[in-house]
């Protein structure tokens, strides 16, 4: 198993930034993907960023040119920069790893809150 624990998330006004964490520990699977999802009530969840373990990136494109998904494979860390964030971005965030052990492997943390008051 892998154990994924996030944090960074809370409250911030319209315009401001914060930053998440997301770190991996357990087994030693070989991680090949890292990403964040977010889900508001009544929506289903989507994924914002991901990251492969060679640093190529996708964003959705509600994020583009505000987020940013980085990645430290020494620490199995995975980070997102979240700036000019808008209260749309209003969500809980879930970090997630896809491992490699014979079979790909699909991992979740357990989500942090992120509230942008307007």
């Known amino acids: 198993q892998v154990q994924l624990v996030e944090s960074g998330g809370g409250l911030v006004q319209a315009g401001g930034s914060l930053r998440l964490s997301c770190a991996a520990s357990g087994r030693s699977f070989s991680i090949h993907f890292m990403a964040w999802y977010r889900q508001s009530p009544g929506k289903q969840r989507e994924l914002v960023a991901g990251i492969t373990s060679s640093g190529s990136t996708n964003y959705a494109d509600s994020v583009k040119d505000r987020f940013t998904i980085s990645r430290d494979n020494a620490k199995n860390t995975v980070y997102l920069q979240m700036n000019s964030l808008k209260s749309e971005d209003t969500a809980v965030y879930y970090c997630?790893?896809?491992?490699?052990?014979?079979?790909?492997?699909?991992?979740w943390g357990q989500g942090t809150q992120v509230t942008v008051s307007s």
């Open positions: 997630n790893a896809v491992a490699y052990s014979g079979t790909y492997l699909n991992f």
